[in-house]
């Protein structure tokens, strides 16, 4: 329930912010501000935590599996974020955490009564973001959001799952944030959503849900700017 709540705070805290950035554009826009930079390199520290999928139409999975759920996780994001100007970035991100994937059925193939199928996965994100700041405000203080989308790699880490392989999904992100800059260096506090298709590790017959969900990733570090 906590990670529930925290998430409706963060999405409150990104309408904050996007009012920001509008009422700010209001004030700013006409001044003659160069950029206060054009590249810069962030790497964060941030947690990954997953909805769990419950599904209620058991007839679409061949597997019969009710309920995905994954263990919460810390990770790390390195990205790139390139300004065009005051206003405007294009920026790269990757992100990479370990968890642990649990599957429960209502009752296992062939009717032999429920069961449970656990691995542990390696998740690797890559994302590619339209990013709208603010010029630094107070000199050091910048807001932003973001959103675009990529992929999202899932890879078995352990071989007591014989059969399960690498998937890759589509995803979709949208998130906001804040850096205090001092000079070259600084610090970010950031919120992503991701949202992607449940995996199934190769084995649809069996681990199947047909089901999306998202991760809520709530990260801080530091960035470099040049």
């Known amino acids: 329930a906590w990670i529930q709540g925290g998430v409706s705070f963060m999405k409150r805290v990104i309408g904050s912010l996007c009012a920001l950035i509008l009422f700010s554009s209001v004030g700013l826009w006409a001044q003659n501000q160069d950029p206060a930079q054009h590249s810069e390199l962030s790497v964060q520290v941030m947690g990954v935590f997953t909805q769990n999928t419950n599904v209620q139409n058991l007839a679409s999975n061949p597997g019969n599996i009710r309920n995905h759920i994954v263990t919460d996780s810390a990770g790390v994001l390195v990205g790139y974020r390139y300004h065009f100007n005051s206003w405007e970035a294009l920026e790269g991100e990757w992100g990479y955490t370990q968890n642990g994937q649990r599957y429960y059925t209502g009752s296992a193939p062939f009717g032999s009564g429920p069961a449970t199928y656990a691995l542990n996965s390696r998740m690797n994100d890559f994302d590619f973001n339209e990013v709208i700041t603010t010029p630094r405000l107070l000199g050091f203080f910048q807001p932003f959001i973001l959103a675009g989308g990529g992929l999202v790699m899932f890879s078995p880490s352990d071989a007591n799952f014989p059969g399960a392989m690498r998937q890759t999904e589509g995803l979709w992100d949208y998130g906001a944030g804040f850096d205090f800059n001092i000079d070259h ?14 995996p199934d590790f190769g084995l649809p017959n069996l681990l199947a849900t047909h089901r999306d969900t998202h991760t809520a990733s709530p990260s801080v570090g530091l960035i470099f700017t040049f």
């Open 185 to 198: 260096l600084g610090a970010r506090f950031e919120f992503r959503e991701l949202n992607f298709k449940t």
